[in-house]
């Protein structure tokens, strides 16, 4: 029964609660915006090799994730389910992985069954795929990496041992097209200490190559192309985005090296409480040739990020596939015997922070309310399906651990399928501009020219109407090395040059502005402007119609 249904449901239930909810709620700023346009703009520029972003030269990343967004956008349209299918598709593949990997690993088709519904049902797994960016996408070729290195080690026959080698080249040159020189880097700190300690390092040498051969086929035409066109590529992505971010004293997102600690307990959630257990157990058995390489794929990569200079939550998805794998081997060894006290403590644990929810939305509703019952109550009714749906689940799991085991799945899923469209209007209209600016398309699609003070605005701008080219007022953020080159300066008006600028711009036709109002300061910018706009206003988003001034 296991076999037969166990695909069929897990497939049932990421269409639910992963792809339906995807075309509800409009892009968050800054990351799905910036990577809905750029893989837009590969469509409508046909410039493949070499990233812009709103016409800029933007060199953070290579070229593969983008282009994954971007045939998303070609197959379902230019449209939220489109920009985020990349994000699905591939935490899918991420899924389908653990249970592939389970069964070799384990061979045993329970164990593949836990294992695939613990990783499904981490908070942080479902709720990055439906999110656009890179992540999941680098994270699904990390994954298939680790299990192309347990093949070239596991494998019986030669040829077996030969085809995983060439995987797992495969899965390094994706993984660096995609995010970068970690994809080639994570494997080898996985691989080396293993392969020192079961003796075998001389099969690095004898076998590695083919790894290295297909891994350089694979991605040096890229290569060659892209420092074709832009020849300054390869020295700002190598120098700025690798070594100043993990090693430079002035890295971004600086943070202790215990800070993926907490964060690793907080990515397990609804089974947090399972994470002790797994890890001593693990330990106890690390002499074991498969866990000990599983808590090498787990411990190492999470090493390594600690250790560098700046941190990012995202950076450690690729730990949780492992940390599935431990957790499902723990867990289904607790289910065969009958042990179920850690699963309601997990439950129970689980269960308090629901009601801590469900108490602190009700007392903010009766102090603060942070939902109009006019306008949004459809929103509060979600919000509390969702909170006492995770509390009964997880309470049937603390009554009846060995038998509702998954219970606090359904929670999970049902949180990250509900939670999008729950959310109170001062977040979705702060934090998702294009649902204003769609509202306002044929005014805005007639401007001759269009302003913006803040990137995810004008990202969100850009994509919504299909037109790259957007002036940055007084912003520069992320694009701070593309938009100083000559070709591009022009795209950006100071304080002191804005009413010259518009002046002139509405002299060819009206004009656009989509302002971000936070603060002080962003007041102070949008007082510099003209008062004879029509004006749109939902949350900080301001939209400013320029009438045409002929001279």
Not at 203 to 231: C, F, K, R
Not at 285 to 309: D, Y
Request: hydrophobic share 50%; with cysteine; charged share 15%.
């Amino acid at each position: 029964m296991i076999r037969r249904w166990t695909l069929p449901l897990l497939l049932l239930v990421f269409g639910l609660c992963y792809l339906a909810p995807m075309a509800t709620h409009g892009l968050w700023i800054p990351d799905e915006t910036r990577y809905a346009q750029i893989g837009q703009e590969m469509l409508l520029t046909g410039k493949w090799a070499s990233p812009h972003f709103m016409g800029i030269r933007y060199f953070e990343k290579p070229v593969a994730g983008y282009w994954m967004i971007a045939l998303g956008q070609a197959i379902f349209g230019q449209n939220l389910f489109g920009v985020r299918f990349a994000s699905a598709l591939a935490t899918g593949l991420s899924i389908l992985l653990v249970y592939f990997t389970s069964r070799r690993l384990w061979n045993d088709p329970r164990k593949s069954l836990v294992s695939s519904v613990l990783y499904m049902s981490f908070i942080s797994i479902a709720g990055s795929g439906g999110y656009a960016n890179l992540d999941p996408q680098f994270t699904f070729w990390v994954n298939l990496s680790g299990l192309a290195l347990w093949l070239c080690l596991d494998s019986h026959t030669r040829r077996a041992r030969w085809w995983s080698w060439a995987l797992l080249g495969l899965a390094c040159a994706m993984g660096f097209m995609t995010k970068g020189f970690l994809a080639w880097l994570l494997p080898v700190l996985i691989a080396l200490p293993y392969m020192i300690w079961q003796k075998r390092a001389r099969e690095l040498l004898t076998h590695g190559w083919v790894a290295v051969t297909v891994a350089i086929v694979v991605s040096l035409p890229w290569a060659l192309m892209v420092h074709a066109q832009e020849p300054d590529y390869w020295r700002f992505f190598f120098w700025h985005e690798h070594i100043q971010r993990f090693a430079g004293e002035d890295a971004q997102h600086d943070a202790p090296w215990w800070y993926y600690l907490p964060l690793l307990a907080a990515f397990s959630l609804p089974w947090v409480a399972l994470l002790p257990s797994t890890l001593k157990q693990a330990w106890q058995e690390k002499r074991a040739q498969k866990t000990g390489f599983v808590l090498l794929w787990l411990l190492m990569p999470l090493a390594f990020f600690s250790l560098s200079k700046g941190k990012l939550p995202a950076y450690i998805l690729p730990c949780l596939l492992p940390l599935a794998l431990l957790m499902g081997n723990t867990l289904t060894n607790k289910l065969a015997e009958a042990r179920g006290r850690t699963l309601q403590v997990n439950g129970w644990l689980n269960l308090a922070l629901g009601v801590l929810g469900l108490v602190a939305i009700v007392y903010l509703q009766l102090k603060k309310p942070l939902y109009s019952y006019h306008e949004e109550l459809l929103s509060l009714v979600l919000v509390f399906i969702v909170l006492l749906g995770w509390i009964l689940a997880n309470l049937l799991h603390a009554i009846r651990p060995l038998h509702l085991w998954a219970a606090p799945a359904v929670g999970s899923w049902l949180l990250v399928a509900l939670v999008p469209a729950a959310l109170p209007h001062s977040v979705v209209y702060n934090k998702t501009p294009d649902q204003l600016i769609i509202d306002h398309v044929p005014e805005l699609q007639q401007a001759s020219a269009l302003l913006s003070n803040d990137l995810g605005a004008a990202s969100a701008l850009s994509w919504r109407l299909g037109r790259p080219e957007i002036i940055l007022y007084n912003t520069v953020g992320e694009v701070k090395y593309g938009i100083a080159l000559p070709d591009t300066a022009y795209r950006r008006v100071d304080i002191p040059q804005v009413q010259k600028w518009l002046a002139k711009a509405r002299q060819k036709g009206s004009v656009g502005v989509v302002m971000r109002v936070k603060g002080d300061y962003a007041r102070m910018e949008l007082n510099r402007l003209p008062k004879d706009a029509k004006r749109y206003e939902q949350g900080n988003t301001v939209i400013l119609i320029f009438p045409q001034v002929l001279p």
